[in-house]
């Protein structure tokens, strides 16, 4: 399997980097696992409506640009379907029993998604309905796709 995890913006905070790369690590054992970081659009703190789409729309073009026609694209989104960890793991190990065998999981900027990046995703999730950093959701994200792995082998990890 090889899973692209797409983000905007760079990840500055040390400790992040050091949990993403752990669980990265630890994947490699079950899959390729490819980071990608598109630039965000830098943006006034107060935005009007129509500039808010704009750098929506520019940030989507750039994740876009990343993602392969023959690519299975699971957006992260507040309004996303919620799953359990052995929900989430099994429709992993139904993605792969299928054929799919490339899948980017999308992570916007601080504005979100674009409507274009949402409708090409052929799924979405969502972790909760609260709002948390992005860098963070990459971080969540990363350890949750681990944990499928560890349970749909029947491996020590998920409690």
Known sequence: MNISIITVGKLKEKY????????????????????????????????????????KQKEGERILAKISPDTHVIALAIKGKQRTSEEFARELDQLATYG?????????????????????ADDTISFSKMTFPHQLMKLVLCEQIYRAYRINRNEPYHK
Do not use: W
């Open 100 to 120: 799919k065998s490339k899948i980017a999981f999308v992570i916007g900027g601080s504005l979100g998604l674009s409507d274009d990046v949402m409708k090409r």
């Open 16 to 55: 992040l980097k050091q949990g993403i790369a752990e669980y990265t690590k630890r994947l490699s054992a079950y899959a390729k696992v490819q980071e990608i970081e598109v630039s965000d659009e830098k943006a006034p703190e107060h935005l009007s409506e129509a500039d808010m789409l704009l750098v």
